[in-house]
């Protein structure tokens, strides 16, 4: 049986819309500089002109205008009579950076009751779809009730994306959010996350779910999670600590996350109890003293970190990290990206993190952010070459990132053994303390270099890394091959 005309109108908007977004801003935008009420026109090969946009199904067209900028998309009903009535059916992109209240600061007070009336007045003339709906930086001065209506009518309209980002302080979401059936993308940002006790969320489709700066209680999280089948990415960062009702635990089991990423939060417990399908396990360095990490079933895990030497608790089968005792006797296979912080203040804190490398057999990215407060005990490099064998350091290891590097002999030492030892390291990449390098620590480390017979690249890198900044800002981003980089 032959295709319809509708699947393959479908099929050939999904492949070629994109290719027609950028010519076609090009084309709105030199009409409005020509001021003409002419449609922009190609000349055919072998006759005269004709117009080569409006001649595509309108699938295609409704696709294009649910890229553009709400401002351009809404602009388009003024080209002709073929383009009048495509907006109000296309996928709607809603931001409220391109949308202009009339006032020169839609921010509070006047200027705030004149956009909320140009975005409810969007959603009313507006009857197709809703593909993305974005709030950033705006007041509402508590519960609002054009929220609620807004977000009702997002609902019924299948929202795909919404992204809500307040300013301090947090805003009380009301409970229609927990409606939107067809939420794929879900980003609250100084929110108050709706309780679950009346109304289960129905987030059967949301595939990623960030929270930052949010209030969320542990009871309502786990009942997010519990309805969240085909979530593959969850972040929560910048938590509130002094909040008595916000979450300090936190268990998953989800056959579909592959990306889990917690920073600056107050969880003392984070347990990995069944994740199958998890690639990338990545941990702030601003978490409570003394979180618990345990991890039960995470097969296909190949980010960690960071983890802190000497303040977390890390548990993986029968191997246990707490401070500085570590007992090795799970071995985690899958592991390829790793990162940990060390603070040189005692030989058993150095001696910890190599011995437990060995718990990583093939590790081929290593990043160590350094902390010095006054070193109690200095162990040289004579201390390091005794250290027993570490596979990975033998077979696998490739890349070492220095983070908050200070230049002292201790961490010189350390990376001496690590060029003695990693037989086949690529790149040795150190980063300073202040984001400055010094005469003394780049001949020292050029000494080094000389030193040690390897086949290893230095790079001295000048980016600021004090002490926040644990990893990308699109850490969550599966294609992104390094977030620590």
Known sequence: MEP???SVNSVYAQDNSR??????????NKRKKQKTDHIPTLPHENGPKYDLISSLPDCVLSTIISHLPTKDAARTTILSSRWRHLWAFAPLNLDSKNISSGVSQPACSQSTCAFKDVVSRILERHCG????FCLAHVCFGGSEPCLREWLDDLSKKGVQEISLKFDPPCHQLPTGLLTCKSLLSLKLQCSWFPSTSKFNPCFTSLTELTLSNTIISGRDLKSVLSCCQALQSLSLTDMPFNNPTGVREMEICSGSLK???VSDSPLRIICIENAPNLERFLLGTSMVPGTWVKVVHAPKMEMLGYLDMGYTKFEAGDTLLEGSDLS???LIYSVKTLAISIN????SQASTAIRFLRCFPFLETLHIRFFLFGPKETPDFHYWKFQDQVDCLDYHLKKVTFRAYAGSSIELDFAKFLFSRAKVLEVLEILPRWDEWTTKMENDL??????VASNAHVVLATKKHLFGGSFSADATNLSLQDPFG
């Open 19 to 28: 290719l027609w977004v950028s010519y076609f801003r090009e084309s709105l």
């Open 4 to 6: 319809s005309n509708d």
């Open 129 to 132: 779809p809703v593909r993305r």
């Open 259 to 261: 990306s889990l990423v």
């Open 328 to 330: 090795i006797s799970t």
């Open 446 to 451: 050029l000494c080094l270099r000389n030193e």
């Open 344 to 347: 040189f203040d005692t030989v």
